[in-house]
């Protein structure tokens, strides 16, 4: 057990719908990261939050967004979803945001589109 | 930018043998971690095994140790007395040293067989 916390475990819905992924970093852990992997495209990074703030953007649509709340615990929003964002979602958190930190995985959310 | 290549999608290894697992990576930083993940069928992601580019001597961890070839930027992984528990999708990643980024890059991944 890493000690990162996401829900839900898995999440199907349907194509143009919305949803709402939810991590908890370990204790003490004030960096967030969030990683989509998927088939076709492995394993990408898309988006990072330090404490509150956006810190780093990777490969993440416009139709996706994210968020850090005081508490520390991450949101990662999927809109308009399509047959393509079928993929297994990461959240990852760290003591602290620069290299050398190692992350910490969650169990990962199973996103299925129909 | 920097990338992460793993050219064996499979590999196969009998139980009590030993395994070495291929990464190359390109970049142009001198200073950087590169880890090792496993992925078995649970999908949770563990590290394995991590070495600092700064650091000459190649890292161990129990039956896990890894060739550091920084000319080379190469970083293999060998498993050694192979089990069936260590059958898994194998990442190589690289991370920046330093920096106020931390995003992990990866390979496309190994997926290893051990067969009793």
């Known amino acids: 057990d890493s000690g990162v916390t996401q829900t839900p475990k898995h999440l199907i819905t349907a194509t143009g719908q919305r949803v709402t992924l939810r991590c908890s970093p370990r204790?003490?852990?004030?960096?967030v990261y969030w990683y989509q992997q998927s088939l076709d495209q492995g394993l990408q990074f898309l988006i990072q939050y330090y404490n509150g703030e956006e810190r780093a953007k990777g490969n993440i649509l416009e139709r996706f967004s994210a968020q850090q709340f005081p508490d520390l615990h991450s949101e990662l929003n999927l809109s308009s979803l399509e047959l393509g964002d079928s993929a297994l979602y990461f959240c990852?958190?760290?003591?602290?945001?620069?290299?050398?930190?190692?992350?910490?995985f969650g169990p990962g959310t199973r996103l299925t589109v129909t | 930018a920097q990338t992460v290549t793993q050219s064996q999608p499979e590999m196969s290894v009998q139980e009590a043998e030993t395994v070495t697992l291929s990464c190359t990576y390109d970049t142009s930083e001198s200073d950087y971690y590169l880890f090792w993940y496993k992925q078995p069928p649970s999908r949770q992601m563990i590290l394995v095994i991590r070495?600092?580019?700064?650091?000459?001597q190649n890292a161990t961890e129990n039956r896990f140790s890894v060739n550091f070839q920084k000319a080379a930027k190469s970083f293999s992984l060998k498993i050694s007395d192979s089990q069936l528990g260590d059958a898994a999708m194998y990442f190589c990643a690289y991370l920046d040293y330093g920096g106020s980024q931390g995003n992990l890059i990866f390979g496309k991944g190994t997926k290893l067989s051990v067969k009793p």
């Open positions: 990852a958190s760290s003591v602290e945001a620069g290299g050398g930190y190692e992350q910490y």
């Open positions: 070495q600092e580019a700064y650091k000459q």
């Open positions: 204790s003490g852990d004030l960096s």
